[in-house]
């Protein structure tokens, strides 16, 4: 399992297909997380919110809630302050949920920047090393970005791009 640098965190469900979501990780990361693996790893038993979401017409009822996967019809006693019982929307923790996820190898919105950053560093004469010191990230993190695991946040993407490689960028919003 590879070190993660900061808490997972989602930011955004790209899409949920049966029982198979695909989402963007806070570290530029498109994952696909596959609950029926997970639910055989888990073995939910009745009356277990992870048993209740089995259902197709349950897990469809997805949304995104405090940057993780939830259910908002599904309710969970929780202790709160005081010892009293209060009830809220079942949530999977992130770190759980990225951990037991995989890269998408094909997600539906993706930018790639890969094969770009990679021609033109190549053309420059750099290495990955080099830009990685010329952008103030790390080798691995350029690797990770050549061959579109991640995709870069703007403020990385800006300073790979018009700092250490001397381009511009331009974005259209239609």
């Known amino acids: 399992m ?10 955004k469900i790209i899409s949920v297909d049966g029982f198979k979501i695909t989402c963007i990780f806070n570290n530029g990361e498109t994952r696909l997380i596959d609950f029926e693996r997970l639910f055989s790893k888990w073995k ?15 897990f469809k009822k997805v949304t995104l809630h ?24 079942y949530e999977i923790d992130p770190i759980t ?7 998408a190898t094909n997600p539906r919105r993706s930018f790639f920047f890969g094969d770009t950053i990679r021609k033109e560093r190549l053309k ?19 690797s990770r970005i050549e061959n579109n ?3 870069p946040e703007l403020s990385t993407l800006y ?13 259209v919003i239609k």
């Open 124 to 142: 420059k004469g750099l290495t990955q090393q080099e830009l990685a010191d010329l952008s103030g990230t790390s080798k691995t993190y350029i």
């Open 159 to 171: 300073k790979l791009v018009e700092i250490a490689l001397g381009k511009k960028i331009s974005i």
């Open 66 to 89: 405090n940057q993780t996967l939830c259910w908002q019809n599904l309710k969970v006693p929780l202790r709160g302050l005081g010892g009293k019982t209060e009830w809220h929307a």
């Open 97 to 103: 949920l990225y951990e037991n996820s995989e890269p």
């Open 149 to 151: 695991e991640l995709e």
């Open 2 to 11: 590879k070190k993660i640098n900061k808490l997972p965190r989602i930011l």
């Open 44 to 58: 939910p038993i009745s009356g277990e919110p992870a048993y209740k979401i089995q259902r197709k017409s349950c």
